[in-house]
């Protein structure tokens, strides 16, 4: 048997509650499995149609992580128990065992300043477990900057699930709202300051005037999602900007495999940092290119001039030059299509068996 501890896990949206599901839903297929994950006031329903045991955990955050560690210490008296794996080093923070730890890695938690009081808890727990997941090589290098041991580290890009069959009716929908619409930007994310929306919406305005039918599609939600607005309100771009929340995965997957071009040129704001981007994965599935940012990990996840760009997410001029590179001459079929061939690599099907190998299981 093995524990997956997690803070992040469905019915809660979001790129690392993904991650931990298909994890989970892989290693389900060989091995017992039990998971320990915080409350949502939606998991019943959610819960009871898994093929594992889901213990949730609610409480104000402190006392949560206590007490989840508390069961946890307690089940592994109990249980046989081959090893743990945990999503976060916080995670692992409070459980005293000997059985064997896996901790993934993703970027913003283990950016703190050397030497600081959460870089000193992080590298504790990273130094001290039996193997690190790293989901980039970027992720990889930045855990070694900031202390943790480079014989620990493995990296592993995040998995994805084959792609769903795109719904009819979604798909009609589609296209009555884009219509003539073309080219068709879209960024699927939350509205932060590193996924930058802003600079896109900029360089938008100048590539408006060379391509009067562009459109960009924004599906999300966040802290930024009001400065967004007002700036394309400033910049006069309403009709040139499309904002969706709160939609159906069949709309969402049908805005992608309508779109041409995924845009997320990400950028590190404060400790901040795109660690990978499963969305750029996600979009290849369709054979949509993506332009991502030089900061983070997205280049294990697009390969540079072949299934799409990487750019200086800082720079608004390359920004610019790179979507209008893509978009002349429609490089980017030619991009998506790599892409969509490229992307096999990061199934689930593939990506378990990594795990299976740190495992050290046949």
């Not at 990978?276 to 369709?286: K, R, T």
Request: net charge positive; charged share 25%; proline share 2%.
């Amino acid at each position: 048997m093995y524990l997956i501890v997690t803070r992040s896990f469905p019915p809660e949206l979001g790129g690392m509650q993904n991650l931990m599901w298909g994890l989970t839903q892989e290693m389900s297929k060989n091995f017992m499995i039990k998971v320990f994950a915080d409350y949502h006031k939606d998991h019943k329903e959610f819960d009871k149609n898994a093929n594992f045991s889901i213990e949730r955990i609610g409480g104000i955050k402190f006392l949560r992580k206590i007490r989840k560690a508390q069961l946890i210490n307690e089940f592994l008296k109990k249980k046989e128990v081959q090893g743990i794996i945990a999503d976060h080093w916080k995670s692992l923070e409070l459980i005293h065992s000997n059985k064997k730890k896996y901790c993934l890695i993703h970027g913003k938690e283990i950016n703190h300043t050397k030497g600081s009081y959460l870089n000193k808890r992080a590298n504790k727990v990273l130094n001290n477990v039996e193997k690190v997941i790293a989901n980039s090589e970027y992720t990889k290098n930045l855990a070694i900057y900031n202390g943790v041991n480079s014989r620990k580290i493995t990296v592993i890009n995040p998995g994805v699930n084959s792609v769903k069959e795109l719904n009819k009716k979604s798909l009609q929908i589609v296209e009555s709202l884009l219509k003539i619409k073309t080219p068709r930007l879209i960024t699927v994310s939350r509205f932060d300051k590193r996924k930058n929306h802003e600079k896109v919406i900029m360089a938008l305005r100048n590539l408006k005037q060379k391509y009067p039918d562009i459109v960009y599609i924004c599906i999300g939600y966040g802290d930024e999602e009001n400065n967004i607005k007002k700036l394309v309100d400033e910049l006069k771009l309403n009709t040139q900007v499309m904002f969706f929340k709160d939609i159906s995965d069949d709309l969402k997957n049908a805005l992608v495999a309508k779109s041409n071009i995924f845009v997320m040129p990400s950028i590190i704001h404060k400790t901040s940092v795109e660690g990978f981007g499963i969305a750029y994965v996600e979009a290849a599935q369709y054979g949509i290119a993506s332009l991502g940012g030089k900061d983070g990990g997205a280049s294990d996840a697009i390969n540079h001039n072949d299934t799409g760009l990487i750019c200086d997410g800082n720079n608004l001029n390359d920004i610019y030059s790179s979507l209008d590179l893509m978009i002349e001459n429609k490089k980017y079929l030619e991009f998506g299509k790599n892409a969509k061939k490229n992307c096999f690599k990061f199934n689930w099907v593939n990506t378990i068996e990594k795990y299976k190998k740190i495992l050290k299981v046949n």
